[in-house]
Each structure stands twice: as structure tokens, then as C-alpha cells.
């Protein structure tokens, strides 16, 4: 039945989505790689689509910005749809001086500096780990395509505006980028005991003064997409 953020009824999603974090982003991937796109969901704008690819049923839903949203619609995903794998597929600022603009980044594990884990209660640490089997497959597909990709770490704020100015310091942990939403999406996936993986493409290097337009944002990312689109059909 419709929860209070997703018009779909059970059935309507596939048990794999792509979740960008701009819903117009997700209308584009429908259009352009899915077919016979049918649209689930339109609450708040935050379109959902459900098609195929190859044959195979894939769905894409937009994630809104930031680990509170994301929270809600994959944790309903996850939890009230029974999907079992969800692959972000978002933009990041680069940190690491080997990793430029339209690069792609396929998230191992996801730093933070939000509270998200607060709510599990654990006594210690938690670290946000992407899925194997989801991470290998991507992998594969990159290598596939012959992209200019990078494994590894990425660091999930709870600010865009960081007042601390902090990303030198993550930097010298090796952090590979920064992004505000995959932390939050493996907490759900491991909780929910599913799959979540985040497959990023650079937008803007914040270090070194480097962007990509808004459009491009929204549509020319095409690496990253097919990315996920080939993982989604060979897990």
C-alpha cells in the first residue's frame, strides 16, 4: 500500500532501483535507457519510474538531498516495497588530486559526520560499507565500459556550507570524495539486511576551484548511469 512519501501500490517497484538525488534525474535515466517507463510515484515531485533494461524490470526514484531524505525513501523502499537493492547514483566534489572532473567514483564505504547511527544503539563506531556483490558487479561494468573510475572511500556530510572548511583533513585520510547521501543508504540496506551501493560522478572539485554546469548535472553523466543500469541487470 502508499506510504506518506510514495503514491506505488506493491508490485509497481522492482526489486532493484536507481536513486538519484535529483528526481529530474531519474525522469532522464527513465526516458533515455528504460522502456515501456511507467511513473509510480509523483508525491513531493519525487519521481519514480519503473521499466525495463534488457528484459530485465529496474526502477528509478529521486532521493531528495541529504541523509534525512534518503533515510525515508530507502528505508520505505527497503522496508514497505521489498527491494533488495538500491544503487545510488549521484554527483560528489572530488578531494583526492588523482580524481577530475566527470570522473566517476564507486563508493567502498561512506565516512560522516552525521548521527544517522545514533539510532542503532551500538556500543562503538559504525562503518558504513557498500555491498559485495553490488560493488564487484559495478566494478566489472566499468571495466567493461573502459571508464575512468576510482574505488574507495567517500565522506557523507550533513552540511554543504561546512563552516569548519574540513575537507583537507578528510583528504589526508584518502577520501576519495564528498557527497551527502550514500552513509545513510548502507545503514538502511544493512539494517533492512539488503544491498545498497553509490556510484558517483564528479561534479566540481571544491580544492582546486573546478565545476560542472547544472545541466550537465542533470543529464550528461551518462558513464555513471550505464554503470549502474549494466550492474542492476547482473546481480
Known amino acids: 500500500m502508499p506510504t506518506p512519501h510514495n503514491n506505488a501500490e506493491k508490485g509497481q517497484i522492482a526489486k532493484t532501483v536507481l536513486m538519484p538525488g535529483d528526481p529530474l534525474r531519474a525522469k532522464f535515466i527513465a526516458e533515455n535507457y528504460l522502456d515501456s517507463p511507467v511513473c509510480y510515484n509523483e508525491?513531493?515531485?519525487?519521481?519514480?519510474?519503473?521499466?525495463?533494461?534488457k528484459g530485465v524490470p529496474v526502477s528509478v526514484q529521486g532521493s531528495g538531498m541529504g541523509m534525512p531524505s534518503i533515510g525515508i525513501y530507502s528505508w520505505e523502499l527497503f522496508n514497505e516495497y521489498d527491494v533488495e537493492n538500491i544503487i545510488r547514483v549521484g554527483?560528489?566534489?572530488?578531494?583526492?588530486d588523482n580524481v577530475g572532473l566527470r570522473d566517476v567514483i564507486i563508493g567502498m564505504s561512506a565516512s560522516t559526520n552525521s548521527a544517522y547511527a545514533s539510532q542503532y544503539r551500538l556500543p562503538g563506531t559504525y562503518a558504513p560499507t557498500a555491498s559485495w556483490k553490488l560493488l564487484s558487479a559495478a566494478v566489472k561494468a566499468a571495466e567493461?565500459?573502459?571508464?575512468?573510475f576510482h574505488v574507495?572511500?567517500?565522506?557523507?556530510?550533513d552540511t554543504f556550507y561546512d563552516d569548519a572548511n574540513s575537507l583537507a583533513q578528510w583528504q589526508k585520510m584518502g577520501v576519495l570524495g564528498i557527497e551527502m547521501e550514500a552513509a545513510a543508504l548502507y545503514m538502511n540496506a544493512a539494517r533492512a539486511g539488503k544491498n545498497a551501493l553509490c556510484i558517483l560522478t564528479v561534479s566540481d572539485c571544491p580544492l582546486k576551484g573546478l565545476s560542472t554546469s547544472a545541466e550537465e548535472r542533470q543529464t550528461t553523466f551518462r558513464d555513471m548511469m550505464e554503470i549502474a543500469l549494466e550492474t542492476a541487470v547482473n546481480v
Open 152 to 157: 574507495g572511500n567517500i565522506f557523507s556530510s
Open 91 to 96: 554527483t560528489a566534489g572530488s578531494i583526492a
Open 144 to 148: 567493461n565500459k573502459g571508464s575512468c
Open 43 to 53: 508525491v513531493r515531485g519525487m519521481l519514480g519510474y519503473t521499466g525495463t533494461y
